[in-house]
């Protein structure tokens, strides 16, 4: 892909917009970067954009007489093709691609690609682990950590590069190809974006679309999507199940996850010796040990990972035990599937759960939640936007109290909660009526979780 001498316009500001737009302008394109916020919004890096690369900076509204010169744009994860400029430039002839689109085309190497609803963080960052620790030269990044373009200059034609991939992000994809593409579910999301299920479900299938017949695709037996697409793919698919054995594949047989090929049984490990925690995380590293043993890793270094791998960072994570009750952060259980996850990782703790839920709905109904919340949780606590809505679905299910704030439903938590009580952030919602992503939602969680810890060691009730 030529980019010297090429008039783009990066859309969104923030972390990938702003390496999209620092690649192009490295390589010889002129570059402007378009966000609706006004730019004092902007972050730092944004902002230093203009007087580092000579990048031109658009706040609110983007000038006619710009769009019709561009003749490439780069959209960020979070901006809609269906954006009334992004549609003028596509009829003019103008190339449209995603920032992951522009980073394939550049990154040497094997993309492992990794998407679904639900567990792509944590297989994305456990796969990466269980390659390093084997030996592989590795990168991370796509939608966690670094943006895919930041990681072109690293890889070499022996780098193995993990990328977890949005619906959003493969929206834009052309030629992005996958030596492995995981798949590891597909539930009701982002319905505030997309205009039915099947759109957002055929947003995930896009990661298969470049694949030829010596690559893999990894696809779990259990969700009736995923399992419908191993019949027409192209490439050699590989299924998992936690809820039955398969003929081929990888599954939970009792108490061991086992690899089944042409007949004959292979354990891989048993499931207490895997550090996380959760029927979920069974699946996610069926699919991670999946991914080892097509590229041929060491199976009893995959088996040392899954051991001392403790999961991430907002996800089931353990804060802070405080006069007999824990405290858990899964501020990344941003939809009512990864929140009904997180609860049944809990489900020997019966009737023992508080959950904190609620933030910006995505237009998909809290329902599915009763049967486990009426037998898992004493109560739960909405805030947020969508704060009456959860209340409306969950009445009659489990106790339901509104607060108005995420530091007022810690408090009111830690009040009714007893010894050997869990309280459980699974939001169940995006973030951003209060923050600006999930990850400064769980920040702010454990910051108030730890000065309840710390007002506990002190007397203070």
Same mark, same amino acid.
């Given at each position: 892909?030529?980019?010297?001498?090429?008039?783009?316009?990066?859309?969104?500001?923030?972390?990938?917009?702003?390496?999209?737009?620092?690649?192009?302008? +490295? /390589?010889?394109?002129?570059?402007?970067?378009?966000?609706?916020?006004?730019?004092?919004?902007?972050?730092?890096?944004?902002?230093?954009?203009?007087?580092?690369?000579?990048?031109?900076?658009?706040?609110?509204?983007?000038?006619?007489?710009?769009?019709?010169?561009?003749?490439?744009?780069?959209?960020?994860?979070?901006?809609?093709?269906?954006?009334?400029?992004?549609?003028?430039?596509?009829?003019?002839?103008?190339?449209?691609?995603?920032?992951?689109?522009?980073?394939?085309?550049?990154?040497?190497?094997?993309?492992?690609?990794?998407?679904?609803?639900?567990?792509?963080?944590?297989?994305?960052?456990?796969?990466?682990?269980?390659?390093?620790?084997?030996?592989?030269?590795?990168?991370?990044?796509?939608?966690?950590? /670094?943006?895919?373009?930041?990681?072109?200059?690293?890889?070499?034609?022996?780098?193995?590069?993990?990328?977890?991939?949005?619906?959003?992000?493969?929206?834009?994809? /052309?030629?992005?190809?996958?030596?492995?593409?995981?798949?590891?579910?597909?539930?009701?999301?982002?319905?505030?974006?997309?205009?039915?299920?099947?759109?957002?479900?055929?947003?995930?299938?896009?990661? *298969?679309?470049?694949?030829?017949?010596?690559?893999?695709?990894?696809?779990?037996?259990?969700?009736?999507?995923?399992?419908?697409?191993?019949?027409?793919?192209?490439?050699?698919?590989?299924?998992?199940?936690?809820?039955?054995?398969?003929?081929?594949?990888?599954?939970?047989?009792?108490?061991?996850?086992?690899?089944?090929?042409?007949?004959?049984?292979?354990?891989?490990?048993?499931?207490?010796?895997?550090?996380?925690?959760?029927?979920?995380?069974?699946?996610?590293?069926?699919?991670?040990?999946?991914?080892?043993?097509?590229?041929?890793?060491?199976?009893?270094?995959?088996?040392?990972?899954?051991?001392?791998?403790?999961?991430?960072?907002?996800?089931?994570?353990?804060?802070? +035990?405080?006069?007999?009750?824990?405290?858990?952060?899964?501020?990344?259980?941003?939809?009512?599937?990864?929140?009904?996850?997180?609860?049944?990782? *809990?489900?020997?703790?019966?009737?023992?759960?508080?959950?904190?839920?609620?933030?910006?709905?995505?237009?998909?109904?809290?329902?599915?939640?009763?049967?486990?919340?009426?037998?898992?949780?004493?109560?739960?606590?909405?805030?947020?936007?969508?704060?009456?809505?959860?209340?409306?679905?969950?009445?009659?299910?489990?106790?339901?109290?509104?607060?108005?704030?995420?530091?007022?439903?810690?408090?009111?938590?830690?009040?009714?909660?007893?010894?050997?009580?869990?309280?459980?952030?699974?939001?169940?919602?995006?973030? *951003?009526?209060?923050?600006?992503?999930?990850?400064?939602?769980?920040?702010?969680?454990?910051?108030?979780?730890?000065?309840?810890?710390?007002?506990?060691?002190?007397?203070?009730?």
């Amino acid at each position: 892909m030529l980019i010297s001498g090429r008039k783009a316009l990066v859309f969104g500001a923030a972390r990938s917009g702003v390496s999209s737009a620092r690649f192009l302008a +490295e /390589r010889g394109a002129t570059v402007a970067i378009y966000d609706k916020k006004t730019i004092s919004e902007w972050s730092k890096e944004a902002i230093e954009l203009k007087e580092k690369f000579g990048v031109g900076l658009i706040s609110e509204e983007i000038p006619s007489w710009l769009l019709d010169q561009i003749d490439l744009a780069v959209i960020s994860p979070g901006v809609p093709l269906s954006l009334i400029p992004i549609r003028y430039l596509d009829r003019k002839g103008a190339e449209i691609i995603g920032e992951v689109e522009l980073a394939a085309r550049f990154l040497k190497g094997q993309i492992v690609g990794i998407t679904g609803t639900n567990g792509k963080t944590t297989t994305t960052t456990l796969i990466g682990e269980i390659l390093k620790d084997a030996g592989f030269k590795t990168l991370v990044g796509g939608n966690i950590g /670094r943006p895919l373009i930041d990681l072109v200059v690293e890889a070499e034609e022996e780098t193995i590069t993990v990328a977890e991939l949005s619906s959003f992000q493969l929206e834009s994809i /052309r030629h992005l190809h996958p030596k492995i593409a995981i798949c590891l579910n597909v539930t009701p999301n982002h319905l505030d974006r997309y205009s039915s299920f099947s759109d957002y479900a055929a947003a995930k299938h896009r990661i *298969f679309m470049n694949q030829e017949r010596d690559d893999l695709a990894i696809l779990s037996a259990d969700n009736e999507i995923t399992l419908s697409w191993s019949k027409n793919l192209k490439p050699r698919v590989s299924l998992f199940s936690v809820r039955r054995e398969l003929e081929e594949g990888y599954f939970l047989k009792g108490e061991k996850l086992i690899e089944r090929q042409e007949g004959k049984e292979i354990e891989l490990i048993e499931r207490s010796k895997i550090g996380i925690r959760g029927l979920h995380n069974i699946e996610n590293a069926l699919a991670a040990l999946a991914a080892g043993r097509f590229l041929n890793a060491d199976l009893n270094s995959m088996r040392q990972t899954l051991g001392k791998f403790s999961g991430v960072e907002h996800r089931i994570e353990f804060v802070a +035990e405080i006069k007999g009750v824990r405290y858990f952060n899964d501020s990344k259980a941003t939809s009512v599937d990864a929140a009904a996850k997180a609860i049944d990782a *809990f489900a020997d703790e019966k009737g023992k759960l508080i959950v904190i839920m609620g933030g910006r709905g995505k237009k998909a109904p809290y329902t599915p939640l009763r049967e486990a919340l009426s037998r898992q949780a004493s109560a739960v606590i909405a805030i947020g936007e969508d704060a009456e809505t959860i209340q409306s679905d969950l009445t009659g299910a489990v106790q339901v109290i509104r607060c108005s704030n995420l530091q007022e439903a810690v408090s009111t938590a830690a009040q009714k909660a007893k010894s050997g009580d869990i309280v459980l952030l699974a939001p169940a919602c995006s973030s *951003f009526d209060m923050f600006s992503d999930f990850e400064e939602r769980g920040r702010v969680f454990k910051q108030i979780v730890g000065r309840l810890k710390a007002g506990s060691a002190l007397g203070v009730n």
